[in-house]
């Protein structure tokens, strides 16, 4: 049955493949790429470039180099200058060179045979083409490590040598090499090795508020007016900061989080929706994990749950908790432990990725420990503690 109500205004826009209109938190990194490839735009065909782009999963790699893609074209568009932005990520063709190259050489040719040719025949094929057609172009190869494992040395010597002995020819052919960190390039002789590491761009993990402002954008694009809430998606920073300071990653449990709440029917993005989301791509905590809490530390989980499951909120000042859990302690005849004794236990929960706590200010109490119950759906959590007390209490 579908949904009669949606949170989404366009969920294209939280696409792993849609390029946003800006890219937040990247424009240091955007110019430099614009200065190291700058010589198209004054003296194209006198020298060509080869520029690494670093980073971890999330980071942004792909996007800032097609992002950098079309402000490029558009800058050389300008100078009359014939030029295309090729993107191919090696690993789709398994590191094999002869598909890369046949993949670039498609842009041009549509039509031309997939098999019958060698790296290096179809790499000529591909210089004369750009030749005769007087075009310029930047081959960015994503997932450039997935090339070195399978290709080695001969492949990148190949790819950034050849045109060099067209000395008499301009020079049509600069590349971009994107992979996570530098460790492939030590499988590469040291000739090769030296051909590469003089332009390195190195993109840093978002931190928290980067992935907010970052979420924010998104949600501006992708959702209906007031479906998500601050709290939301300071929730869903808090995952992808854990996560590496993985954009990519938010983003996507954005997404998932506001299909649950369509299947819900809800007219908001939830916290708890935020926290099926992410169960359903981080494994919930274990029941034995559960099991092996004391009495107490029972009691604390699950005044945190119930707390969660009955309010919207997305985070709980320690005081609230400590209030619940006293009404649970009540429920089991059980004298309540001392608010030290609890921050401890807090302390444990934040230790084993169970909950997450910062210091907020609230408008009551001044600065208090905020409490956060971000990847485990807050009711299923109830169910396995209840289901454990069930046992204890018979």
């Known amino acids: 049955m579908m949904s009669r109500n949606s949170v989404f205004k366009d969920e294209s826009k939280l696409d792993i493949n849609y390029l946003p209109a800006r890219l937040l938190h990247r424009a240091y990194e955007s110019r430099l790429l614009m200065e190291f490839f700058s010589f198209l735009t004054r003296c194209p065909g006198r020298m060509a470039q080869r520029v690494i782009v670093t980073g971890d999963v999330g980071t942004g790699k792909t996007a800032l180099c097609k992002f950098f893609g079309e402000n490029i074209s558009v800058e050389v568009g300008k100078r009359g200058v014939k030029f295309r932005y090729v993107h191919v990520n090696c690993r789709e063709y398994r590191g094999n060179l002869s598909q890369i190259l046949h993949n670039a050489v498609t842009v041009f040719q549509p039509n031309f045979p997939v098999r019958g040719f060698s790296a290096e025949e179809i790499l000529k094929v591909l210089l004369q083409i750009l030749e005769e057609e007087q075009v310029f172009i930047i081959l960015a190869l994503d997932e ?116 649950y709440a369509d299947a819900r029917d809800a007219w908001q993005v939830e916290p708890e929706c935020v926290r099926q989301a992410v169960s359903a791509i981080i494994p919930m905590v274990k029941r034995s994990e559960l099991d092996g809490l004391g009495l107490h530390e029972k009691m604390l989980l699950l005044a945190v749950a119930r707390y969660f499951k009955e309010n919207k909120d997305a985070y709980a000042t320690l005081v609230e908790i400590e209030e619940t859990y006293a009404v649970i302690c009540e429920e089991y005849g059980e004298e309540p ?58």
């Open 144 to 259: 450039f490590d997935s090339l070195i494992e399978k290709e080695g040395s001969d492949a990148v010597y190949k790819l950034t040598r050849l045109q060099e002995m067209q000395q008499d020819k301009p020079q049509r052919i600069s590349f971009i090499f994107i992979q996570r960190n530098l460790e492939s390039l030590k499988n590469l002789d040291d000739s090769t090795q030296s051909t590469l590491q003089r332009n390195i761009i190195n993109l840093e993990r978002y931190g928290n508020a980067s992935l907010i402002d970052i979420l924010n954008d998104r949600v501006k694009l992708a959702f209906e007016l007031a479906t998500v809430s601050e709290d939301v998606i300071s929730l869903i920073a808090e995952l992808a900061s854990a996560e590496v300071g993985n954009a990519r990653f938010g983003i996507e449990l954005l997404w998932r989080s506001g299909k």
């Open 337 to 394: 432990y001392s608010h030290t004794q609890l921050w401890k236990y807090i302390q444990h929960f934040k230790q084993v990725g169970i909950v997450q706590t910062t210091v907020g200010s609230t408008s009551f109490r001044g600065r208090s420990t905020m409490v956060s119950l971000p990847s485990i759906p807050a009711g299923e959590l109830e169910q396995q503690l209840c289901s454990l007390f069930s046992r204890s209490f018979r």
